[in-house]
């Protein structure tokens, strides 16, 4: 039996759709052979009611007289026959694939499974409806305020959180509030993030996501919430209001809030795989409603073919699937406000019928035709877990990607792990090593150093080794290639010069996250000294270990000073925040006269250009990277070595500087102001930041390089 389905004629009409005197119910299941919607009331009694197929292969029903907040679920009829993928069970209450709500949750120990406990190709006959979620109905309402410009991709710097995390211990936030929608838009949290200089929030996962059954038994649940199971309901837990329809508006006025403050809204979305896991996993939505229409199965058919390593993978070569998902998108965008996306292994959804990743994918090729959706905000994680999944710097344009690189490489180069300042001078360009071809912006890099996976910056800095033992698996889970430096102490010390050491390192870190070309990405609490005690692989912890602590911590007040300093200079001066990649070439003025100055240089200590014999110094550990528009330039000095002495280039480079930012300690540098030629002492492993007088007229003494590509 061919496992090709047809597409609806018309996606809009799939979901439950509130209309005068009554509900309209669709629900996509070309191979069914019948399909009820059970009504369930208050008292948790069905009335189940039949649809009627069209010849599309989507069943619809008008049933009057039901309103919003009505509960519901679906019995898909069909043959049971695992070999053509068909696991067809009514016995199996199933979630609308388009419900815009979802309550309850899932009994873990209840007959969730469509087969039975002793084979997974044997059908199990007992009812599911007890353990499992139940689809509402949700009437339209107005979206949420927009923003008055989404920011330009140089503009933006991501902030990624998890928004129950994030407000659980706020002191300010009242506590029925803590850890909600509501709690995200209260005044004293937005006003940390514009404070900070924060212009977008990216959320972990706010679709509906149920714990994936062994973590339940072991007592945890997925926090995270890469376990999606509806694409269009957000998730209700975090909602203070209800779950019958009030998560939505809840939802509706946090964006809302958001917005008002200038801060755009990204979800990180997770299309690739959902809570069902593999066959041999829960049945609550898709594999009840077509096992082989919705995932990619094994030649057999018989099995799941898994590229991410939760169990299953959306197969986004159907059409029918991919209509779902362009959907989905478009739902958030239009009708929930949000302004951008990050795809959770996105490799996954570029893969064609036959599982190979495909670049031209219609998934791609919709997203930037499409008129809702070619303007948000697109960012890639750009791998999954399956043959040729690693797809860094091959996704074109619009997309910035998550660059792993940067990431990998900024933690190596301030432990003293890297030979030389080649790679240093790549990575603070944007990565044009990777993304400076086809006509790809520099904002195609999306930069980061930490990010929900793994050690929090504070902990890089405090632990060689994972400590992930309250996860329950012997601390066997996790990466074990984190590139971090515990310093010399594994944990938290009183030893003050470890302590400073471990300071000065994370102030390192983020200067170099800040000050690079590309988009920035920071974790949540980072700038804080946020610790989750060296767990990194915190997933299940719904627990002060991934909360943030808002408790103030005077020895981490140096990070959150710093973080707002560099932010308020990149936000001030556009040359530090540059959407093309820099060349060489001479800057020109508003007479079009060049200015004798180049758009980039690299400089050595002793005020000159990096020469050759420089770049190929396996020892050499500092590092001159200057920036000039025709109004401003910069000189920022990176120091992983020891105390030096820096020479300040002059004309045509600059005829005075300032310093701006540092990260040593208070004191270290006395003087502010200097002249060209005048030795810096910067100490040993320091970033310096200089504003540079520069000349709007052309100078008659030009660099030697100066028109070199």
């Known amino acids: 039996m061919t496992t090709a389905l047809t597409p609806p ?33 208050a008292d948790r009694q069905q009335t ?51 419900a815009r709500a979802i309550t309850g949750g899932v009994d873990y120990a209840g007959p969730i499974s469509d087969h039975t406990p002793e084979s997974n190709y044997l059908p199990d006959a007992r009812d599911s409806f007890a353990s499992v979620p139940l689809s509402v109905v949700v009437a339209d309402t107005e979206p949420p305020r927009p923003l008055r410009a989404v920011p330009n991709p140089e503009d933006l710097v991501v902030y990624e959180t998890h928004l129950k995390g994030f407000t659980r211990l706020h002191p300010a936030v009242p506590e029925h509030l803590r850890g909600t929608y509501a709690g995200m838009a209260y005044p004293a949290v937005i006003d940390h993030l514009t404070e900070l200089g924060v212009t977008a929030v990216e959320f972990l996962p706010l679709h509906q996501f149920v714990s994936e059954p062994f973590v339940a038994n072991k007592g945890l649940v997925n926090y995270w919430g890469y376990n999606t199971l509806g694409f269009f309901a957000p998730h209700a837990p975090y909602s203070s209001s209800g779950t019958l329809g009030e998560q939505v508006r809840e939802f509706k006025e946090m964006v809302s809030a958001l917005h008002d403050a200038g801060i755009a809204v ?35 058919l018989r099995n799941d073919y898994d590229v991410t390593g939760c169990g299953n993978a959306v197969d986004t ?10 959907d989905s998108l478009r739902y958030w965008v239009t009708d929930m406000g949000v302004d951008g996306f990050r795809f959770d292994l996105c490799t996954t959804l570029i893969r064609d019928n036959r599982h190979h990743v495909d670049q031209d994918h219609a998934f791609k090729q919709a997203l930037t035709t499409d008129p809702v959706l070619a303007d948000t905000i697109m960012i890639t994680e750009p791998w999954d877990l399956g043959p040729y999944g690693y797809q860094l710097g091959r996704w074109g ?13 900024t933690r190596d180069f301030w432990r003293g792990a890297v030979s030389g300042v080649e790679e240093l001078a790549t990575r603070l360009a944007g990565s044009s090593d990777i993304f400076d071809h086809e006509g790809r912006p520099a904002t195609s890099s999306l930069n980061f150093i930490t990010a929900h996976d793994g050690f929090t910056l504070r902990d890089v800095v405090t632990y060689d080794l994972k400590h992930n033992e309250a996860n329950g698996e012997r601390n066997r889970d996790g990466a074990d290639d984190n590139r971090s430096w515990n310093h010399g102490f594994e944990g938290e010390t009183a030893d003050q010069k470890i302590n400073a050491a471990r300071h000065r390192t994370v102030r390192n870190m983020m200067a170099t996250l800040l000050l690079a070309t590309g988009i920035p990405m920071l974790t949540a609490g980072d700038e804080m000294g946020r610790t989750q005690l060296g767990n990194n692989n915190a997933y299940c912890q719904d627990s002060p270990i991934s909360w943030v602590n808002w408790t103030p ?28 990649f820099r060349s060489r070439a001479e800057v020109r003025g508003e007479d079009a006269l060049g200015l004798g100055r180049t758009e980039s240089a690299w400089f050595n200590e002793n005020g000159g250009e990096m020469s050759i014999a420089d770049w190929h110094d396996g020892d050499r550990r500092c590092l001159g990277m200057y920036l000039a528009d025709a ?29 701006v930012a540092h990260t040593g300690e208070p004191g270290e540098f006395p003087q502010d102001r200097f002249e060209p030629g005048d030795v810096v002492e910067v100490p040993a492993q320091t970033v310096v930041v200089l504003a540079a007088d520069v000349s709007h007229k052309r100078h008659t003494t030009l660099p030697s390089s100066v028109g070199v590509q």
């Open 317 to 326: 070569s159907k059409a029918g699937v991919l209509d779902l998902v362009l």
């Open 631 to 659: 109004q401003e330039a910069f000189l920022v000095f990176f120091n992983a070595g020891g105390e030096v002495g820096l020479t300040l280039p002059g004309a045509p480079w600059s005829s005075g500087y300032s310093l």
């Open 553 to 580: 911590d005077d020895a981490w007040s140096d990070q959150l000073e710093l973080t707002r300093t560099l932010l308020a200079l990149r936000a001030a001066h556009p040359v530090l925040r540059a959407r093309r």
């Open 48 to 98: 189940n009611h039949d649809l009627t197929r069209q010849p599309d292969g989507v069943w619809m029903v008008f049933l009057p007289g039901v309103e919003a907040g009505q509960r519901y679920g679906y019995r898909v009829h069909g043959p049971w026959s695992p070999v053509t993928g068909e696991r067809f069970n009514p016995a199996k209450l199933l979630i609308d694939p388009y």
């Open 397 to 409: 344009r619009p997309w910035s990607e998550w660059n792993d690189r940067f990431r990998g490489f």
């Open 266 to 300: 990204i979800m990180d979305v997770v299309y690739n795989h959902t809570a069902e896991g593999g066959h041999d996993g829960p049945t609550l939505s898709f594999r009840g409603i077509d096992h082989a229409g919705y995932y990619r199965l094994t030649s057999d």
């Open 9 to 41: 004629v018309d996606s809009s009409l799939l979901g439950a759709h509130v209309h005068e005197g009554g509900t309209n119910f669709a629900l996509w299941a070309p191979r069914a052979t019948r399909v009820e919607v059970a009504l369930v009331d």
